[in-house]
């Protein structure tokens, strides 16, 4: 019980702690591949793979053992033959989408990937409709004085 | 005894914050002049409380006081000094008396130098900014106060986190705050407009100053960060659009966006109730980053449930603040018609693309921030939102906007000519493609990234001189020259703060697209190439710092047979606070550094080292330097000086009805 207890506190620790901004050491030479061309899909890929247990790090970033495990996987799968596509849907499969730093465009997700454009789109609508309206209006607004105004120009020429 | 002096201090400031809040309100609807007038002196004597208890935080910290509660957590006694001080706003508590610190220097200031506003839109903004403070020293002092005490205070205590324990940082969170609070200055502005109905040119040219410079400290404070994080983390990444980055960058973009509209309503009486609106949400989005960062919620999800009291607490304040404020912009905002006419090629559309620009791309960094919360909640689904989403969503406003800069920067105010304009610009345009064919030719890869980078960069940097240029007139070359240098400091702030932005978009395309990599386990005495270097692992030994042990190594570096530098870095372990870091070793020069990290040592005797060539790195922070230089430029205008005296001689002309 007492070593359950305790190996329990240490892993409350460690998963507290992993929280932390950490240095990262990131990808060990003895995990790089032989082949160059593999290795690049691999640290490419890696870039778009979260670290599960850090905050916000890819698994090309992060020193966590749990990233260790999943680069080493990536390039297992590479070398099985996998293609970049395979082997993300096979780290999806197991560990699902919240590994994926670059979100899919499915679902509800098309929200976040037309928000910009969308927004982009209805400011440029509302703009351009300001700007013509400010382009039609008629050029005696700008120069007459209001009635505050006028009086304390009276004001002024008459000191 | 200073202790309970500078707790009891905080209270009081408290107390004449509320006072300094309800008085100068009631007085301004009711036209007293007396209860108008307390704002003044209630503005200073709430600065020189807070500051007094501020101070006396620090003194604990300075002094070592472990039976303070904070300074036990988050100090020790070997800790050089300069940390000890900066672990006065390293932590919870203290950052927020800074915050609140910040918040009462504002108001002590608008209340010094607002000599020429009119006396109800003073006693109006003096109170909107004491109602800010008082919503923050209720929060320290009912949910974190920063001044209690330990019944057994221990020996020694537990140390601040070792990677805080840096010049970069220390420094960091006071120009973060800065910016942030600044901030409020143009929101109490803009409810103080809104509640006297009344948004002008005047009010306009008060705004600017204060957003400016709010501007001018988030540029510093986030290149500092960012500095900080590319020494420190030991691989020289700069950006990782985490949600506490987002939390300092979506505060930057819109108080970007509210400098330049600003001048529309200063020059050009128009875009007011836009104006109004993004001094809102711009201090909107630094309380929502205040509290993204105080409540953990985004780290995760879970976090927020540990500390509920303090999150929720922001959140009212949020909603209290903004949702005011929207509230009365909305029942007011019809009120402000626009008076400049301008045509669709003009300045003001230049300022109101800029605009549009910086508002989406800020609304993106919003939306994909809050996305994976929206997403549990909403969608019962566990996503991440990382870099490469925002690298793809918001890298293109960033191009666009670098595009149309120069252009619009040079379009005359009213009507201009955009085929006249570009004309102007066509020698620099053919630099900048230039350029971008230069550097497609040189380079090995075939990305795109680098070319285009460069391409912006000569747009943006020779765009703003050709600006200067084209306003010295038609003369001699050396008259253009003089009349060049007698140009108001706000031409040249613009000048040099655009141009600092085209160097920094420059140096991130080229750092991304050029850096260069090498990951091994060196042995000692063997060298092996990085790009056009030579490394050589020399010697790791072992040393004592004050408060950590170090593992340091000596690489030399050479190019062509030629010693380019010797580099140390090191790996410390800070035993108190038991946790590693790394330090990596830069040789800085001019067009690249050279960045090398120790890892641990291998079975076989060699040691893990990573070396990167970095071209540019310093040109990131240059260019930032450049914008802040620039902003204060624009600051030391003459044109707001001048102005001050002019409004005092105006308003004497006003009765106070």
């Known amino acids: ?70 680069r080493i996987l990536l390039r297992e799968r590479l070398t099985a033959g996998d293609t970049d596509a395979e082997a993300m849907d096979y780290i999806v499969n197991r560990f699902g989408e919240f590994v994926l730093l670059r979100p899919t465009t499915g679902g509800a997700n098309w929200l976040l990937w037309a928000a910009g454009p969308a927004m982009l789109l209805i400011g440029l609508i509302v703009g351009g409709g300001f700007v013509r309206g400010r382009a039609r209006a008629s050029t005696k607004n700008e120069d007459a004085l209001t009635e505050d105004e006028q009086a304390r120009l009276k004001a002024i020429m008459e000191e | 005894m200073i202790t309970e002096l500078g707790h009891f201090a905080l209270i009081l400031a408290f107390l004449i914050a509320i006072a300094q809040t309800v008085i100068p309100l009631v007085g301004a609807h009711k036209r007293w002049p007396g209860w108008m007038s307390v704002a003044e002196p209630a503005a200073q004597a709430q600065f020189f409380f807070v500051a007094f208890s501020f101070g006396a935080l620090m003194w604990a910290f300075i002094t070592s006081d472990f039976s303070l509660r904070l ?6 006694s070997a800790k050089p000094m300069l940390y000890k001080i900066a672990g006065t706003w390293g932590n919870h508590e203290g950052s927020m008396l800074l915050w609140v610190l910040i918040v009462a220097l504002f108001g002590a200031t608008a209340a010094v130098f607002g000599g020429g506003l009119p006396p109800t839109l003073k006693a109006r903004v003096l109170a909107i900014q004491a109602a800010i403070g008082v919503a923050f020293y209720g929060f320290i002092l009912f949910t974190s106060n920063p001044f209690l005490r330990l ?76 500095w900080w994080a590319y020494y420190e983390l030991g691989w020289g990444g700069f950006w990782f659009w985490d949600p506490v980055e987002n939390a300092s960058f979506m505060p930057w973009l ?38 993204i960062v105080r409540s953990g919620l985004l780290t995760s999800v879970h976090a927020f449930a540990n500390d509920p009291e303090r999150g929720v607490f922001i959140l009212i304040i949020i909603a209290l603040f903004t949702g005011g404020a929207l509230t009365l912009f909305a029942s007011r905002a019809q009120a402000m ?3 400049g006419v301008f045509g669709l090629v003009s300045r003001e559309t230049g300022l109101v693309v800029n605009n549009i620009l910086l508002a989406v791309s800020c609304f993106v960094v919003f939306f994909g921030t809050l996305w994976p919360v929206v997403a549990e909640m909403a969608f019962d689904r566990k996503l991440s939102v990382g870099p490469p989403f925002f690298n793809m969503a918001f890298t293109p406003f960033m191009v666009a906007l670098g595009i149309v800069l120069p252009v619009g920067a040079m379009l005359p105010w009213k009507r201009g000519k955009l085929r006249r304009t570009c004309w102007q610009l066509r020698y620099v345009f053919a630099l900048a ?13 075939r990305s795109a990234l680098g070319p285009v980078g460069l391409f912006l960069g000569t747009w943006m940097v020779f765009g703003a001189f050709a600006d200067l240029w084209m306003r010295s007139g038609k003369s ?39 850096e260069a990599e090498d990951i091994r386990v060196a042995q000692i005495d063997e060298p092996f190439d990085v790009g056009a270097y030579t490394m050589v692992l020399r010697d790791v030994g072992r040393e004592r710092g004050p408060n950590y042990f170090a593992v340091k190594a ?11 530098a010797t580099l140390h870095p090191e790996k410390r372990d800070y035993p108190v606070a038991r946790m590693p870091t790394t330090e990596a070793a830069i040789d800085y020069q001019f067009l690249r550094d050279i960045y090398v990290v120790i890892g641990d040592p291998q079975n076989d005797g060699g040691w893990t080292v990573r070396t990167y060539i970095k071209p540019l790195a310093n040109w990131i922070w240059g260019g930032c330097l450049l914008m802040a230089f620039g902003g204060f430029l624009s600051l030391s205008d003459r044109r707001f000086r001048v102005a001050a005296g002019a409004r005092k001689t105006n308003m004497q002309g006003v009765p106070a009805e």
């Open chain 2, 337 to 339: 018609e626009a008076k």
């Open chain 1, 1 to 70: 019980m007492n070593t359950f207890l305790s190996t329990l506190g240490l892993v409350v620790l460690l998963a507290v702690s992993s929280f932390a901004v950490t240095p990262a050491w990131a990808v060990e030479p003895d995990e790089i591949l032989e082949d160059p061309a593999l290795e690049a899909r691999a640290r490419e890929l890696s870039k778009g793979l979260r670290c599960l247990v850090c905050r916000n790090e890819s698994i090309d970033e992060s020193n966590a053992d749990l990233a260790r495990d999943l």
């Open chain 2, 433 to 445: 493609v230039a350029m971008m064919v230069l550097a497609f030719a040189l380079q090995t890869g």
């Open chain 2, 554 to 564: 000596t690489v030399d570096v050479t190019r062509d047979g030629k010693p380019v």
């Open chain 2, 151 to 226: 019944a057994v205070p221990p020996m020694d205590g537990q140390d601040l986190n070792p990677l805080l324990q840096d010049p970069g940082l220390a420094f960091h969170p006071p120009f973060l705050y800065l910016g942030y609070v600044g901030l409020s200055m143009a929101f109490s502005f803009a409810v103080g407009a809104l509640i006297e109905g009344r948004v002008d040119a005047a009010w306009g040219r008060w705004v600017r100053p204060w957003t400016l410079a709010a501007w001018v400290f988030l540029t510093i404070g986030i290149a500092l960060g960012s």
């Open chain 2, 71 to 76: 300074v036990t957590l988050n100090s020790h």
């Open chain 2, 254 to 291: 819109l108080s970007a966006a509210l400098l330049h509209s600003a001048i529309v309503v200063e020059k050009r009486e128009a875009l007011k109730s836009w104006t109004i609106l993004l001094a809102i949400l711009a201090f909107g989005f630094s309380l929502i980053g205040t509290f």
């Open chain 2, 476 to 514: 001699s070359l050396s008259d253009r020259l003089k009349r060049i240098l007698r140009l108001p400091r706000a031409d040249w702030g613009k000048a040099v703060a655009h141009s600092g932005l085209g160097i920094t978009i420059f140096a991130i395309a080229g750092l991304t697209a050029w």
